[in-house]
């Protein structure tokens, strides 16, 4: 997992919709609403389309919204979704989506981290990791578990743009680069 980098715009549409979304006590439901709308444009080529054809007029495409999720929706995306596009923003939907649950995470205190092992880890084993790794980052942290024979053992840790690389693989490369650094100068290169 790489940290994504948000435009400028996009952060602040959605820091606006949290702060909106935080005085309404609507959070959660506004940001599973807007996750359906953007997996909608994402996934459909028809609305894809429409967020970005400049022949259909921001006035036309504001009645289609307003038919489409009056009712549907609360007020406040609905309104939301009428800013983006009177602004010609629709086109960054996805965007301002992905910064407004990253803001929310943040705010809350979540970190996603990758763990990579050589085997599957049980259960219980991968409880003790995310204790562990929430318990040193201070934050609540949502593990997601990936398997890599290749590192042979221990385990790689992937928190936004560290990595934290506690694997067989790499002690084995560290001793061998020390050898190989220690090893004694030859007559040949004295000479």
């Given at each position: 997992?790489?940290?994504?980098?948000?435009?400028?715009?996009?952060?602040?549409?959605?820091?606006?919709?949290?702060?909106?979304?935080?005085?309404?006590?609507?959070?959660?439901?506004?940001?599973e609403?807007?996750?359906?709308?953007?997996d909608?444009?994402?996934?459909d080529?028809?609305?894809?389309?429409?967020?970005?054809?400049?022949s259909?007029?921001?006035?036309?495409?504001?009645?289609?919204?307003?038919?489409?999720?009056?009712?549907?929706?609360?007020p406040?995306?609905?309104n939301?979704?009428?800013?983006?596009?009177?602004?010609?923003?629709?086109?960054?939907?996805?965007?301002?989506?992905?910064?407004?649950?990253?803001?929310?995470?943040?705010?809350?205190?979540?970190?996603?981290?990758?763990?990579?092992?050589?085997?599957?880890?049980?259960?219980?084993?991968?409880?003790?990791?995310?204790?562990?790794v929430s318990?040193?980052?201070?934050?609540?942290?949502?593990?997601?578990?990936?398997?890599?024979?290749?590192?042979?053992?221990?385990?790689?840790l992937?928190?936004?743009?560290?990595?934290i690389?506690?694997?067989?693989?790499?002690?084995?490369?560290?001793?061998?680069?020390?050898?190989?650094k220690?090893?004694?100068?030859?007559?040949?290169?004295?000479?």
């Amino acid at each position: 997992m790489k940290t994504k980098h948000y435009s400028t715009t996009a952060l602040i549409y959605a820091q606006s919709l949290l702060e909106l979304s935080e005085e309404s006590h609507q959070t959660d439901s506004i940001g599973e609403d807007l996750t359906s709308v953007a997996d909608a444009v994402k996934n459909d080529a028809g609305l894809k389309l429409f967020t970005i054809d400049p022949s259909i007029s921001i006035g036309q495409k504001a009645t289609l919204i307003k038919k489409a999720f009056d009712g549907k929706l609360s007020p406040l995306l609905v309104n939301f979704l009428g800013v983006l596009n009177a602004k010609g923003r629709l086109n960054i939907l996805t965007d301002v989506t992905d910064a407004f649950h990253h803001l929310v995470d943040e705010k809350r205190g979540v970190v996603e981290v990758d763990v990579t092992v050589a085997q599957e880890l049980s259960q219980d084993q991968l409880q003790q990791v995310q204790q562990k790794v929430s318990q040193a980052l201070g934050k609540n942290a949502i593990v997601t578990q990936k398997i890599d024979e290749s590192i042979i053992g221990g385990l790689m840790l992937q928190v936004q743009d560290k990595l934290i690389d506690a694997s067989v693989k790499y002690q084995l490369e560290a001793i061998k680069d020390q050898f190989l650094k220690a090893r004694p100068k030859t007559l040949a290169g004295m000479e």
